[in-house]
């Protein structure tokens, strides 16, 4: 399967997943942002995998001394640029995050809103991403709690409404993954998928479910 991310959902169709209607989606986006600016001082250098518009980008640039966004969809990035141009601490930058050329290494390297599913990341992919911090540095994956499957579905049908998404395939969309009738597939790590991942990069992690909708693996790289 193509990015659906790069050719269906991009750019202001992206802006408009986020304007949910849905109280308890506008909290649990707030909550995990909130988790990741506790770990702040506001001297740290960022990078967000994933970023699209440049919405987490945007909420944590007051937070940190720079921060720079990476997407795989021009049109996200050129509308993260407009999104961004009143905080001259961030930046966004069009890159496949499975061909990283970066040289720079950051403080803190972000990998949220369930961008490993998004990402479709390979076990070669989080080791890049990892490659990305510097030492006493953190990187921090966020997914699904899933005590948010309810909540969960219900934003995903608040964007097929909106025409954002294809209807949700019902008989298909069921253990921690939705499948909608226009090929999009979004899966969840489980606790399982996050010891793999800690294990496999050798340095002390925590797993932590945040707000009852997040489910945090944050690495100290050592």
Not at 131 to 149: E, Q, R
Not at 159 to 171: F, I, N, R, T, V
Not at 202 to 217: M, N, Q, R, T
């Amino acid at each position: 399967m193509s990015n659906y991310y790069d050719e269906k959902l991009n750019s202001q169709m992206l802006f408009q997943v986020y304007e949910t209607a849905i109280p308890r989606i506008s909290q649990y986006l707030n909550a995990e942002i909130d988790y990741v600016r506790s770990f702040l001082t506001g001297t740290e250098s960022v990078i967000e995998l994933g970023a699209g518009y440049g919405r987490i980008v945007r909420s944590l640039a007051p937070d940190c001394a720079s921060i720079l966004g990476i997407d795989i969809s021009a049109n996200s990035v050129a509308l993260g640029k407009e999104y961004l141009k009143d905080f001259p601490n961030a930046d966004m930058l069009q890159m496949d995050v499975h061909h990283l050329t970066l040289t720079q290494r950051f403080d803190v390297v972000l990998v949220l809103q369930n961008a490993i599913s998004a990402i479709r990341m390979t076990d070669e992919t989080i080791r890049s991403a990892f490659d990305l911090v510097k030492p006493g540095g953190k990187i921090f994956f966020s997914t699904y709690s899933a005590n948010f499957w309810e909540e969960r579905l219900d934003w995903f049908r608040e964007q097929a409404d909106k025409k954002l998404l294809g209807e949700l395939d019902m008989e298909q969309t069921k253990d921690g993954v939705i499948i909608c009738k226009d090929g999009f597939r979004a899966t969840t790590s489980t606790p399982e998928d996050y010891e793999h991942i800690g294990k496999m990069l050798g340095c002390p992690y925590e797993i932590k479910e945040v707000d009852g909708s997040s489910l945090f693996l944050v690495i100290d790289k050592v």
